[in-house]
């Protein structure tokens, strides 16, 4: 299920990086950009766990600090080519068919560029940078589905990014605000992918919790790489 796993998120970035213009290229054993990814977004993405460090490094550009790599299977060492690991993380898999509780929150897809920025907003915390992350060309996409989960006074009490990949639902930019159960949270998103279907994703620190109380399950470790410029 890993390999499903880092593919899926491998095509979430290429869809956000498809939304700003720079599209980047599948590989036998690396997804990579050649031209600088948005904010939070990888260069590279390892595909297979035999993925070298040449198939990651010779596709992106280095001409400035700031590349990132992510190494979905947590083999490569990167520091030797003036990276450094920025952090670690563990994916995680929810099989199908699992029971769920009722969300306390009314949960739909974001449908109009206008809930698209209120959704960015809330992620974000109004950060204007980090809302300009979000743009409209992702509510095109039959793969994306950007949802949210709204109170009874309609503010927006969490959300979450879904990526379909064909065998999995990924969850990713799962967020939760102030007052909110986070594995409410994790509830609404889980009860809009669909019957059958398995959900991945990846969560480190704090965030990890409650996801497992919800039926995730680890399936192994992930790095991120940094590149310094030294």
Known sequence: MIIEAVRNNAEWCDTMCRAHGRPGAF??????????????????????????????????DRSTPGASVKDGFARLDLAADGFRLLFEARWIHRPAGLA?????????????????????????????DEVALFRPELLADPATR?????????????????????????????????????ADVWTGCLGLVADGVPAVGYESGDDLAPALSVGFAEIGPLHVWLDTGA
């Open 27 to 60: 590989g036998p054993r690396a997804w990579t950009n050649g031209r600088r990814t948005p904010p939070y977004y990888p260069d590279a993405v390892t595909l297979a766990a035999d993925a070298s460090v040449r198939d990651v490094l010779d596709g992106i």
């Open 100 to 128: 769920l509780p009722p969300p306390t929150a009314t949960w739909r897809p974001v449908r109009t560029p206008e809930e698209l920025t209120a959704w960015a907003a809330a992620w974000s915390g109004d950060d204007p």
């Open 146 to 182: 950007v949802v949210a989960g709204y109170g009874a006074d309609g503010r927006i009490v969490g959300g979450a990014v879904l990526s379909d990949s064909g065998p999995v639902t990924g969850l990713s930019n799962v967020f939760t605000a102030e007052g909110t159960d986070p």
